[in-house]
Structure formats: C-alpha cells, structure tokens
C-alpha cells in the first residue's frame, strides 16, 4: 500500500456512536505529506468528531488510525502528540488568566510545564536553567513568527478571536508535530487577520508540515487546500482536488439540505 513515509496519516473504517446517534460511519482517507488537506461538510457532519477519535480525545468504536504506518486507534492524546500528530486547542478559560507567553510555556508536550511556567515570572527569573532557557527562547521565536510578540505579556482572555488563533497554531508548533490538524481555525477570526492565518499555514506547509483542516466555508477550503474530503451523516461523500468538489451535485445538495 505504498510508501508509508509519504501517507503520514491513514483512516480505515472508522465508527464512533454516542448512544443511538452514528456520528462517524466508517470514515477512510489517506493524507499525502506536506499537503494542506480541507475536511468540509456541513453542521454535525462529523468532522469534529473524526478528529477527536484520530487524536485521542475520543476513543473510536470501530477502525483503525495509523500515523507514519503505526497503529496510534485509541492512544491518549498525548501519545498521538508525542508521535507528531498534534491538535490546535482552544485557549481554556484558566490559560485566558495567564499571559500569552506563560500558555507559550505550558504547551502540551512541556511536562514540566508549571515549573516553566514560573520560570517566566520575574521573581524566579534566577533559576531558569538551560533547558528552560532553550525553551524560552523558542517560545519567543515562534511568537515572532506569528507577529504576537509584542502580546507576550499580554492577559490571553484579552486577544482578538485571531490573535487567540494565532496563539494556539503557535502553542501546537511548540510539541514539535509533524502534523496539524485545526478544527475551524478561522471561526470569529476577522478578515486581516484570517489573510494572516493562512499566510502563516502556507508557510509552514512549504516547510514541510502536513496539514488537515476542518472548516465550515467551504470557498476558504476550496481557494487553500490541494484536496478536499467532504463528509455528510457521518460519512465521507466526496473527496478530490477543490474543482471536482465544488462541482458535485451530491455536494452542493448536502451543503443546501444542511
Ligand atoms: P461537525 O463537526 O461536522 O459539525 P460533530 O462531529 O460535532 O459534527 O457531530 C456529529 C454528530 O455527533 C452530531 O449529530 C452531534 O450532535 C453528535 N455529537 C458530537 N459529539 C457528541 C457528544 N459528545 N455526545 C453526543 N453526541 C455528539
Ligand atoms: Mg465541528
């Protein structure tokens, strides 16, 4: 089945219910490395819940996922993240209290996050130590990358809805994936700020990261992404490049039926 190396992320018959309800129904695709890859369908598709089963958050009840040809079906997300395959996550209302570059600090894959975490008070500033120093400063590279290193200290709960998404694709940078998967990373993202986004995803997939995106807008998924895989009732309708999509009757139907 070809080169696994080059089909980083593999999904084969996958099923999640929650009590009578199918929200996944044997979902299969095949993501190429370093292609930006769009996940559409309209509300309660199940494209959220796909998700949640390939990285752990939910356990699927059926299939199997397999990352850089490892067999990954029901690890906890840490160890999907651990193997590279990483989540953007909503900033949490407690990460809202602390300050852009503290969330910086406590990015998933920093077990020893609290510790670091306080590393960039003031008061304990003496004893950061190499680690944390190396750390810290590749907190604040990736900041600079985002242009939101003039908000490192900056309270999260008081960022636009695109500075926080610009935060949480730099808090996943910081686990070292090699591939991003976003759920509606434009959601409540203004228009500049949205152009800036996708700048920044572009850049990064032409640094060889892979991406899969969720998203409602279908146009914005049609005008980025290489390929396009559509899902409907829990199943996967469609998939091709954006113009065999968009001119899909079964598609247009499904995004007109809700
Ligand atoms: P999408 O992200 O495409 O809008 P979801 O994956 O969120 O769709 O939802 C798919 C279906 O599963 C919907 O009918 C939704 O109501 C249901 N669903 C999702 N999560 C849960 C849950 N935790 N408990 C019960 N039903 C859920
Ligand atoms: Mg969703």
């Known amino acids: 089945a070809g080169d696994t190396a080059e089909v980083p992320l593999k999904v084969s018959g996958l099923e999640k219910h929650f009590g009578g309800i199918t929200a996944v129904d044997g979902v299969e695709f095949e993501i190429d490395k370093g292609s930006m890859t769009g996940l559409i369908g309209p509300n309660g598709a199940g494209k959220s819940t796909t998700f949640n089963c390939i990285t752990g958050t939910h356990k699927p009840d059926g299939g199997r996922v397999e990352f850089n040809g490892q067999d990954i079906t029901g690890l906890e997300p840490y160890q999907v993240a651990d193997r590279g395959l990483v989540r953007t996550f909503q900033i949490a209302r407690e990460l809202g209290e602390m300050t852009v570059l503290e969330n910086m600090m406590v990015a998933p894959k920093h077990q020893r996050g609290e510790a670091l975490w306080r590393s960039v008070l ?23 990358f985002f242009d939101i290193d003039h908000l490192a200290n900056e309270y999260a709960e008081n960022l636009s809805g695109g500075q926080r998404k610009l935060l949480e694709l730099a808090r996943a940078l910081l686990t070292d994936p090699q591939m991003l998967l976003l759920d509606e990373p434009f959601a409540g993202v203004n228009p500049s700020l949205e152009e800036r986004l996708l700048e920044h995803i572009h850049e990064l997939r032409d640094q060889g990261y892979t991406f899969l995106i969720v998203e409602h807008d279908m146009d914005l998924i049609m005008e980025n ?34």
Do not use: F
């Open 122 to 144: 003031p008061y304990a500033r003496n004893s950061v130590n190499q680690q944390e120093q190396e750390i810290l400063e590749r907190a604040w590279e990736t900041l600079e």
């Open 225 to 258: 992404c290489e390929k396009v895989i559509v899902m409907h009732q829990g199943r996967i309708l469609t998939e091709g490049t954006p113009e065999d999509v968009r001119n899909n009757e079964d598609v247009i139907e499904a995004y007109l039926g809700g």
